[in-house]
């Protein structure tokens, strides 16, 4: 076990430095020790299922994922009840691994149960905010964004409460409600979210890291909504910039900046520059 525990510290490790390649065969392996030692229904077993469909999840496999996130659910609920927080954390995986596998309806019920786990416990307010959030998508991604604003905003301000008001979550939870007010076509608050949250990566992170070209192209895509071209192409420009150092020119990022840039040239009457970018 404490090989297993070792490298399962280390898969984290590696996931959390991105690479959820290298740690998905570590993660595998201690999988199998825990069910060699333990076997297949044992607590250390599901933590093990649950690690690993967090990596699978990463590097693309939801199948997989889903797989892992729902054995831990099985093996979590026969252990400690339905009502551990415990099983609201795997329901969470199951239900973010389905939702990218288009399960949009099993996706939003297993957050909900996660939600309605956690708000019983009164005592994971990170946990809540992600389950919130999850289901917020859910919610967007079938075009109720009012219910969406709704659970974002109460995300939002567990996030903070939790985390503190400069936090990269909190700056993330930002950026996500702000865009979800452009759908309500809430422009003024959205704009006041989104200048929040890149203010803020821009603090936490510096002004060259992809989230902060990620944030900018966010607010430039509404700037350009309301007219507001020449902030909208510096915007855009300069999340251009940083995806090419940090990411490559050849990322698909980077192009469809490029793209959204040439719009805005060409909404702002610069056809010519717009036809430079080809």
Not at 38 to 63: C, H, M, N, S
Not at 135 to 148: G, I
Not at 190 to 198: D, P, Q, T, V
Request: hydrophobic share 45%.
């Amino acid at each position: 076990e404490v090989q297993a525990t070792l490298m399962a510290t280390m898969g984290n490790v590696y996931r959390g430095l991105g690479l959820a390649k290298v740690a998905k065969p570590i993660l595998e392996r201690s999988l199998a020790i825990r069910q060699r030692v333990y076997g297949e229904q044992a607590a250390e077993t599901a933590d093990g299922q649950a690690l690993l469909g967090d990596a699978e999840r990463d590097v693309g496999d939801f199948a997989r994922s889903q797989e892992h996130f729902a054995r831990a659910v099985q093996i979590r609920t026969k252990l400690f009840g339905p009502n551990d927080a415990s099983v609201a954390q795997a329901l969470a995986g199951l239900g973010s691994a389905r939702w990218r596998l288009g399960k949009i309806d099993s996706a939003a019920a297993d957050d909900h149960r996660a939600i309605a786990i956690y708000r019983a416990a009164g005592k994971h307010p990170a946990d809540l905010a992600g389950a919130l959030s999850v289901l917020a998508n859910l919610e967007a991604l079938t075009r109720r964004y009012a219910s969406a604003d709704t659970l974002l905003t109460e995300a939002l301000a567990l996030t903070s409460a939790t985390f503190g008001p400069e936090d990269r979550r909190t700056a993330q939870m930002m950026n996500n409600l702000g865009l979800t007010l452009v759908f309500e076509r809430r422009y003024d608050e959205a704009e006041r979210y989104l200048r929040g949250a890149l203010a803020l990566h821009r603090k936490l992170l510096g002004d060259d890291h992809p989230l902060v070209a990620t944030s900018s192209a966010a607010l430039a895509a509404l700037l350009r909504q309301r007219g507001k071209y020449a902030e909208a192409e510096a915007l855009y420009r300069r999340a251009l910039e940083i995806y090419r150092a940090r990411l490559g020119p050849q990322q698909s990022e980077a192009f469809s900046t490029m793209s959204s840039l040439a719009w805005v040239l060409a909404d702002d009457n610069k056809c010519g520059e717009a036809e430079g970018l080809a």
